[in-house]
């Protein structure tokens, strides 16, 4: 259903319910994107669409709302070049590469946020999607599987995979800083 | 008993809290009995700790913000005031930039010269603070570290309320200025969201009922009380953020 954008009622209520959510929507733009510019458009064409199909949001969680549209807008316009198609099946990844041994006190060295920020975005698309609206946008595993549209359990082993390629660079990086 | 690939994946959902009762405890027993799962559940803990403490969140940029804002504002003004309709298109076909301008002549029309000079400022700082990485100068979640800081920098040492039971973690404090006089900002945190209090001598030693407003995407809280004057915003809902001033003020009141 598309709405009259041109409702002046309709677009208040819009502009409140959506514009306190722009950092979080322009976050998982640039993680999904990794390109500001990139980000940038989509997230603009995200509110645009948004609106348009305002009458569609039946109350309750606007930002699972705000990242669907986002996630189909990237996948939409981005596919050829960014989104790819490229994309591991989930089975044919091979078990993530286990550090051979764990540093013995087990403990992990803290890292800067900046280090931090390139591990997550070196993870593959689907990974890095997971983990950023779970540990991000802080969403749960209902919310996460209707968005990126597979089961609850797909989104578990995929956060399984997402953190245990973090923790295998993580643990890499520390033994180079070493 | 479970096997270690299973335990592997599903100590993810123990971590995030979204297994059932039945395999939380198998998963908690395979993991009491196995050296590496223990390692391995420790580790992500202490990941998961270290991402979610830290900013992988980032700030829209205000140009981004100013775009988005005139172009889904656009229709409001149409309706309220056919004159002005005209000219904001003239705008909307015009730069981003003076779409911007156009986009906060709407926004601001209804208030006063001081109201929105104020307001702005607060926009201003907040943005500031999360673009910047800058929230805090001094960072602790103890009052007893963020209250004393303040002290002789400023004429009053603001006070600093300990919300984490009502879920508003503090992030710290630091200087800022609003309406040119420097003012204490304190930093909480719920969830991905950050609350910039303000606070500001008044003139009035009386309390204020608090004042909601949405300014520029962002919420705000306003109100006085005890010789001080605040103010709260936040990307968090309005009612969570009317949520923190009640808390923030029964702290206040409780004198904690």
């Known amino acids: 259903m598309v709405g009259d954008v041109h409702d002046p009622e309709r677009a208040r209520r819009f502009r409140e319910a959506a514009?306190?959510?722009?950092d979080?929507?322009?976050?998982?733009?640039?993680?999904?994107?990794?390109?500001?510019?990139?980000?940038?458009?989509?997230?603009?064409?995200?509110?645009?669409?948004?609106?348009?199909?305002?009458?569609?949001f039946r109350g309750g969680a606007m930002r699972p709302w705000l990242f669907a549209i986002l996630r189909n807008t990237c996948r939409a316009t981005y596919t050829p070049r960014r989104f790819a198609d490229q994309e591991l099946a989930e089975d044919a990844v091979p078990l993530w590469s286990e550090p051979q041994e764990t540093p013995e006190a087990g403990i992990l060295r803290r890292r800067d946020e900046q280090s931090i920020r390139n591990m997550v975005s070196a993870l593959p698309d689907q990974f890095r999607e997971a983990i950023v609206l779970r540990e991000v946008n802080d969403l749960s595993y209902n919310e996460i599987a209707e968005i990126a549209g597979v089961p609850v359990g797909t989104v578990m082993s995929r956060l399984a995979r997402a953190r245990s390629m973090l923790r295998a660079a993580w643990l890499s990086a520390e033994e180079k800083a070493q | 008993?479970?096997?270690?690939?299973?335990?592997?994946?599903?100590?993810?959902?123990?971590?995030?809290?979204?297994?059932?009762?039945?395999?939380?405890?198998?998963?908690?027993?395979?993991?009491a009995g196995c050296e590496q799962c223990a390692t391995e559940l420790r580790q992500f803990r202490e990941m998961r700790h270290a991402m979610t403490g830290t900013s992988l969140r980032l700030a829209?940029?205000?140009?981004?913000?100013?775009?988005?804002?005139?172009?889904?504002?656009?229709?409001?003004?149409?309706?309220?005031?056919?004159?002005r309709r005209?000219?904001?298109?003239?705008?909307?076909?015009?730069?981003?930039?003076?779409?911007?301008?156009?986009?906060?002549?709407?926004?601001?029309?209804?208030?006063?010269?001081?109201?929105?000079?104020?307001?702005?400022?607060?926009?201003?700082?907040?943005?500031r603070s999360l673009q910047a990485e800058h929230l805090a100068d001094v960072r602790s979640t103890d009052q007893q570290v963020v209250r004393p800081w303040f002290s002789g920098k400023l004429a009053v040492a603001p006070p600093v309320i300990d919300?984490?039971?009502?879920?508003?973690?503090?992030?710290?404090?630091?200087?800022?200025?609003?309406?040119?006089?420097?003012?204490?900002?304190?930093?909480?945190?719920?969830?991905?969201?950050?609350?910039?209090?303000f606070v500001g001598a008044s003139a009035n030693a009386g309390h204020t009922a608090a004042l909601g407003e949405a300014v520029q995407g962002f919420n705000t809280q306003r109100w006085s009380d005890q010789g001080f004057r605040f103010i709260a915003i936040s990307d968090m809902g309005a009612d969570e953020l009317r949520d923190f001033h009640i808390q923030f003020e029964t702290g206040l009141r409780a004198g904690a």
Not at chain 2, 92 to 111: C, E, H, K, P
Not at chain 2, 168 to 175: D, E, N, Q
């Open chain 2, 163 to 197: 919300l984490a039971a009502q879920g508003f973690t503090l992030v710290g404090g630091r200087l800022d200025t609003i309406d040119g006089k420097p003012v204490a900002a304190i930093v909480y945190r719920r969830g991905v969201h950050v609350i910039n209090l």
């Open chain 1, 19 to 22: 514009l306190p959510h722009l």
């Open chain 2, 86 to 127: 005209f000219l904001l298109r003239g705008f909307a076909f015009g730069t981003a930039l003076s779409a911007a301008a156009a986009a906060s002549v709407v926004l601001f029309v209804t208030r006063s010269g001081e109201d929105e000079r104020l307001l702005g400022d607060v926009v201003s700082a907040h943005r």
């Open chain 1, 24 to 56: 979080e929507v322009y976050t998982l733009a640039r993680y999904l994107l990794r390109n500001a510019a990139d980000a940038d458009d989509a997230v603009q064409e995200c509110y645009l669409r948004a609106l348009k199909h305002f009458d569609t």
């Open chain 2, 60 to 83: 829209a940029p205000a140009a981004l913000r100013s775009r988005i804002e005139a172009a889904i504002s656009v229709p409001v003004a149409r309706a309220s005031q056919p004159s």
């Open chain 2, 1 to 31: 008993m479970m096997t270690c690939d299973e335990a592997k994946v599903l100590l993810h959902g123990l971590i995030d809290g979204e297994l059932d009762m039945a395999s939380a405890r198998g998963v908690e027993a395979h993991v």
